[in-house]
């Protein structure tokens, strides 16, 4: 076999391995819903102009909720906005059955404010980018 670095790999070849992966892991757990699928998904605020403010990415996957990114502008910090869009990602997590949530952020982000929502420590990987951390959170989300 070959073995090779790809920068560039194409649609056809990705979705391969994703779908690999997927199927490896039905194997293990056979009983995963239909819902459980991948689905990624962005959280947008807005100002009136229709300007992004700031939004979320992430993925619901198994029964997780997957924070990928959060990004609030200047003047949309400290407003509120961060804490409504990872409120609005924890109720479509629910209602895609998720009952995990995890994030990871740098020493340098958004810890403080990911406590402040619930969320617990798990992990802290040291001079990850050097010089600094990341840390690794998670929350069990509330069912109504």
């Known amino acids: 076999m070959k073995v090779s670095i790809e920068l560039d790999l194409d649609r056809e070849r990705a979705q391969q391995l994703s779908e690999g ?72 997590a629910i209602s895609q059955n998720c009952r995990k949530a995890l994030v990871e952020t740098t020493s340098w982000q958004a810890r403080p404010f990911y406590e402040k929502l619930g969320y617990t420590h798990m992990a802290t990987l040291h001079d990850r980018p050097k010089g600094h951390a990341s840390h690794y959170l998670s929350k069990t989300l509330e069912m109504d």
């Open 21 to 92: 992966i997927v199927e490896f892991n039905r194997a293990a757990v056979p009983d995963l819903e239909p819902n459980e699928a991948e689905t990624q998904f962005h959280v947008l605020a807005q100002d009136a102009a229709g300007n992004v403010a700031g939004g979320l990415r992430a993925t619901c996957y198994w029964n997780t909720l997957h924070i990928e990114l959060l990004w609030l502008s200047d003047t949309a910090r400290g407003t509120g906005i961060g804490r409504e869009l990872v409120e609005k990602a924890e109720e479509f």
